[in-house]
């Protein structure tokens, strides 16, 4: 049964991706247009009443980039709840900080790889991560 997304969850969905975090920004650019590993990626994907961070559908993987808002006793409940919600969906869900991810892609993008099953640092990792960063950002 395919379940619809509330109208006020696609529009959340839309401004998140209007203003990523500069975490979001560095992953998507890593893994945008099939970049890692020929994989296609949605970002801020509306999967019924929540919204996740990245999705790889064919390998039922969410990808959740953690900030600072999500260090509240609150924010680790609700994303518990959206962890187990999407799990019973079929998805895995992988978290990792924002930090993570600013400081060490590489290192994020070898353990997606891993835990779908792919061997070896995706190609779209470089010695130089300027391509990462947000359009007008430098290193």
Excluded at 8 to 22: I, K, M, N, V, Y
Excluded at 86 to 107: D, T
Aim: hydrophobic residues 40%.
């Amino acid at each position: 049964m395919e379940r619809k997304n509330a109208p006020e969850t696609l529009d959340f969905a839309r401004g998140q991706r209007r203003e990523p975090t500069r975490a979001e920004a560095a992953f998507w650019q890593a893994v945008r247009g099939r970049r890692f590993n020929g994989l296609k990626f949605k970002r801020q994907m509306a999967i019924g009443p929540f919204i996740a961070d990245f999705c790889c559908f064919k390998h039922r993987l969410v990808v959740e980039l953690d900030g600072e808002p999500h260090l509240t006793e609150g924010a680790r409940v609700k994303d518990a709840r959206r962890d187990a919600f999407l799990r019973r969906e079929g998805y895995r869900v992988l978290r990792f900080p924002n930090e993570r991810v600013l400081g060490n892609l590489e290192f994020v993008l070898r353990e997606i790889a891993d835990v779908i099953g792919l061997a070896g640092l995706p190609s779209s990792v470089s010695a130089s991560r300027s391509h990462l960063l947000p359009r007008g950002e430098k290193e």
